[in-house]
């Protein structure tokens, strides 16, 4: 069962008649989900060698123009080639709590792709590392793409998947509100979408004037800056900052536990090495000193018999 952070979705009249397949002119509007796009043009439908290529080269920081639109999630945003526009605060997916010791990676991308294509916009899937605590700035700037680092091949061992909706690709039917473009995740895994990821719950981050109750928000701890993004030299980079280090995700407890165990082997076996060489020198100088005893006893025999003579 999925919540959104302060809503109440099923008393809705138009939420009940999300993507139905029937356009409901009164329920075409930001606050009631765009009607589940029922009202909307459909999308172009990519042919399958198109799809796969655009696939393949979604968010790779090369634009390719063949993919440069709503079909194909606008090449994640690779072809952007002006000041970014992002939707308010943060969406936050919860995953089940058993995931988080899976040891499975989530596909950072292929999530980004998935997502985009679902809600007819660009969603940008925060650093793994990013958690907005102590005023972590979002901010546009950098060098490259959040999720063209080399390190963003995925997620690993954790729970929480911070999204940034990206509108400026979108002409028609945007989220602005990140609450909103929430609650239509949460309605589209009632109608059995699925993400790739097991979501338990969705909330929305924001400003602490904007902070859900206690019972329904997902991360009531993490506050966003209230203050607009910074410009950069490029303002098209999306990219992040921290002003603490204490910020970053500890490594997942199996990788601790397993260097833990790999340290006690080596200690163990360095042991064992120094008793073995203990033991050679001890068995080493014994030997030693039998065959001086026994030569000792040699040379006295013989002493012994050139007397009698």
């Known amino acids: 069962m999925t ?35 029922d009202c909307a043009a459909d999308i172009r439908t990519p042919d399958p060698k198109e799809d796969e290529n655009c696939h393949r080269n979604f968010a790779n920081g090369v634009c390719d123009p063949e993919c440069d639109d709503s079909s194909s999630a606008w090449d994640g945003g690779d072809c952007i080639d002006r000041p970014l526009t992002f939707a308010d605060d943060v969406v936050v997916l919860t995953l089940a709590r ?19 294509l679902l809600l007819r916009t660009i969603v940008r899937v925060m650093p793994n590392d990013w958690n907005g605590l102590y005023g972590g700035r979002l901010r546009t700037g950098g060098s490259e793409a959040s999720w063209h680092r080399p390190d963003r091949r995925g997620y690993d061992s954790t729970r929480r998947v911070h999204l940034k909706i990206d509108n400026t690709m979108c002409r028609r039917r945007c989220f ?31 400003p602490t ?64 090495i120094i008793v073995i060489i203990i033991r050679i020198r001890k068995l080493t100088r014994e030997e030693r000193h039998r065959a001086e005893v026994d030569s000792d006893r040699i040379r006295d025999k013989d002493g012994t018999r050139g007397t009698d003579v």
Not at 8 to 23: E, F, M, R, W
Not at 98 to 116: P, Q
Not at 237 to 249: A, E, H, R, V
Request: with cysteine; aromatic share 8%.
């Open 98 to 116: 058993w995931y988080e010791t899976s040891g499975k990676v989530i596909d950072v991308k292929a999530l980004g792709r998935e997502l985009s």
């Open 209 to 272: 004037i904007n902070r859900c109750s206690l019972e329904n928000n997902t991360l009531l701890h993490i506050d966003l800056p209230i203050s607009a993004p910074k410009a950069d030299s490029n303002p098209n980079i999306y990219s992040y900052t921290y002003s603490n280090t204490g910020d970053k995700l500890m490594p997942p407890t199996w990788l601790l536990v397993l260097a833990a165990v790999g340290a006690l082997l080596i200690i163990v076996l360095i042991v064992v």
């Open 3 to 37: 919540a959104v952070c302060g809503t109440q979705s099923l008393d809705n009249k138009c939420y009940l008649s999300y993507k139905n397949g029937i356009c409901d002119p009164e329920c075409d509007n930001e606050e009631n989900l765009y009607d589940g796009f």
């Open 176 to 206: 602005d509100s990140s609450l909103y473009a929430a609650k239509f995740l949460d309605l589209a895994l009632k109608h059995d979408w699925q993400p790739g990821i097991p979501v338990s719950s969705i909330g929305v981050l924001g």
